[in-house]
């Protein structure tokens, strides 16, 4: 197939899709095939570029196996006007030629012409809040799968899980990048690879699992003011070198042994500014957050307080994909390692697309894209999808003119600025009695 002939196809199928199209340019695509080295030569029923709409419907289509996806979408290259029944053989061999890294490419090339749409203009003193958590997926229980992801439990689990640590911005929820292996990698390890893509004039919120001198240190080094804040762990060892108030301190802490034998550049002592809370309402235990945000000047003590509770904005990202986007199936499809991988670049970039167009959505309604409904923005863009699929050349559908015209239908009343309470595990009772409460009936 001709280059001539390959643009004619892409162009045409792009045209269908008129909300990818009008954020992905089909010039990308190109080039994450190129840079990858993974364009099509021969002449295929599926070549290189379907393949990767294919790959993103995935993350949309959810109740349609993959191969219903390709023919609903009309996604197969005939030789004649005769329908033909395709083999799944074909897809699978498809996408193992495709591989993962042109998904990934796409998603960093995507992600760098909307990220001042995810950051938006609201900053914390001149920084954009970003945050960072991490989550699982279940993969099909292949052998392959199995040896390159593991087990949470392996006496006990039933499907090999793979193990994701994204950075989202809190202003939008859209995920700025991902890191993803098997569950054997921990958080921590997985976060290092992120610390190139935080932006500058940001300040990136974690949980205590990612507590390390030499993580933070070199987060905060990567780029102009890239700050970081995190909840303090139990048993901190660390000397006040300056109280600012008696919540409010600069403190210096010891770096470990163990981290300056692997990293021999880290110095003895670091420091930090810790602040301190009580936490349950007035009646609760005194807890705290440190930050590397030292001048209290600069970043009053009452605007840390207000700007700590925004770290739970990843987590309802995450929950927003995983039970409106994905319907609660979070077991993936491919059963091939670097098809699960290939997939989930798929499902992340489907669902930072749908993010960019809430934000648009939040310009014309002048709110929050938080205030957006994911779910009804959500089932717009599958029904234009799917009419787009069935031959709506280049029309944008009627129905989302008129989310654009009645945007104030999708408007959420504003979230609430923390909580009260501390989180806290639900207590299930269980199913039977314990063994000491039978013996002291007998």
């Not at 110095?267 to 809370?277: K, N």
């Not at 030292?294 to 700007?307: F, G, N, Q, S, Y």
């Not at 863009?381 to 029309?395: D, E, H, I, Y």
């Not at 979230?415 to 299930?428: C, P, S, T, W």
Request: proline fraction near 6%; charge should be positive; charged fraction near 25%.
């Amino acid at each position: 197939m001709s280059e001539h002939d390959m643009d004619f196809v892409v162009n045409a199928f792009s045209s269908e899709m008129s909300a990818f199209s009008r954020s992905i340019e089909p010039e990308w695509i190109h080039q994450a095939l190129a840079a990858c080295q993974k364009a099509s030569i021969r002449r295929r029923r599926l070549p290189a570029e379907q393949a990767v709409w294919l790959i993103l419907m995935m993350g949309l289509l959810r109740d349609l196996s993959i191969k219903d996806v390709c023919h609903h979408l009309d996604l197969v290259l005939q030789p004649d006007d005769a329908y033909r029944s395709l083999a799944p053989s074909v897809l699978t061999a498809a996408r193992r030629r495709l591989g993962e890294a042109p998904l990934r490419y796409l998603f960093h090339a995507c992600n760098e012409a909307w990220i001042p749409a995810a950051l938006g203009n609201d900053t914390f003193h001149g920084l954009h809040i970003l945050s960072v958590d991490g989550t699982l997926f279940r993969t099909p229980d292949s052998p392959e799968n199995a040896t390159a992801f593991g087990f949470i439990e392996p006496s006990t689990g039933a499907f090999p899980q793979l193990r994701m640590v994204g950075l989202m911005a809190t202003h939008s929820h859209m995920l700025l990048d991902a890191a993803f292996g098997g569950v054997a990698e921990g958080e921590l390890t997985l976060a290092h690879r992120l610390i190139s893509s935080a932006p500058d004039h940001t300040l990136t919120l974690f949980d205590r699992c990612y507590f390390s001198a030499a993580f933070f240190l070199e987060w905060q080094q990567a780029g102009t003011a890239t700050h970081w804040l995190t909840p303090v762990k139990s048993k901190l060892r660390y000397e006040v070198i300056e109280r600012y108030s008696d919540y409010d301190m600069l403190i210096e802490m010891p770096v470990s042994p163990q981290a300056r034998k692997a990293a021999p550049h880290l110095p003895a002592v670091w420091r930090a500014r810790m602040v301190s809370y009580i936490s349950g309402g007035g009646k609760g235990k005194i807890t705290g957050f440190l930050t590397s945000m030292t001048d209290p000047v600069a970043w009053p003590l009452e605007d840390l307080l207000r700007i700590y509770w925004t770290r739970w904005e990843v987590e309802l990202g995450y929950g927003e994909l995983k039970r409106r986007q994905l319907k609660g199936e979070v077991t993936l499809r491919s059963r091939f390692p670097e098809g699960v991988k290939q997939e989930l670049w798929g499902v992340l970039l489907s669902y930072n697309l749908l993010r960019k167009e809430m934000t648009d959505i939040a310009a014309e309604a002048g709110v929050a894209p938080t205030r957006i409904s994911f779910l009804a923005a959500l089932n717009i863009l599958v029904s234009q999808v799917r009419v787009c699929g069935k031959g709506a050349t280049g029309n944008i559908p009627k129905h989302l003119k008129a989310m654009r015209e009645n945007v104030k239908a999708f408007v959420l009343p504003e979230k609430r600025k923390h909580r009260r309470y501390d989180r806290a595990v639900l207590y299930i009772p269980p199913k039977y009695p314990f063994s000491y409460k039978l013996r002291e009936l007998k």
